[in-house]
């Protein structure tokens, strides 16, 4: 409805404008120019659209503070810092194109520092054990639960888990059977009578229509 041709004809236009070209050029909703917002528009904001188009200008001309060159900052700069600029190089290069990180211990592609299987080999071990069917405690290292359902930090929350598990409905305020915290006898008494006499009631109540016990006269078959 909001880019309906009938009820929003100019937001129709726009998102028609919008698809046929490139789908990440924005589009203003004030001039319906491509490439800036409403935020940025030349017509109702001047000076932030000056700001975009100086920041766009100078995107592919940064100059390095410690070598004055154009192209790369002080961060990945060949003289000050020749490792960040082989990291840097190592990235952009096919076939590691594209953006993924690279770990400045062992200088491999895919990982960083913090999953490093030379300086965290059971933190590697770990993401396997999770990758896999399974998953597995951090804790224990065990597979089938996680640190909140740990036999070892919270034996109680495992057994809830295994009960429940088993189809048993258990209460989450006494922890016992056969109801749940809205009929619970412990904390709401008059809820639990209810319950109570229902199931009491529930194979001789009659019916109205045919006189029969274990049914109404809404799901009477007569």
Known sequence: MRTCPTVNPDAAARRTTRL???ITDRI???????GHNTRTCPELNPEAAA?????NNARFTRSCNACGKKGHNTRTCPQANPE???????????PNAGGRRI???????GHNTRTCPVLHPERNAAKKKRR??????SHCEKSGHNTRTCPTLHPERATRRKRRASGIRICSGCQETGHNLRTCPTANPGAADKRARREEMRGSRKCGRCGKTGHNSRTCKV
């Open 20 to 22: 046929g070209g490139r």
């Open 28 to 34: 203003c909703r004030k001039c319906l120019e491509v």
């Open 51 to 55: 700001r975009r188009t100086a920041r």
């Open 84 to 94: 960040g600029a082989a990291r840097r190089a190592l990235r952009e290069s096919p």
């Open 103 to 109: 770990c400045s211990e062992c200088e491999q592609v």
């Open 132 to 137: 896999s069917k399974r998953r597995v405690c």
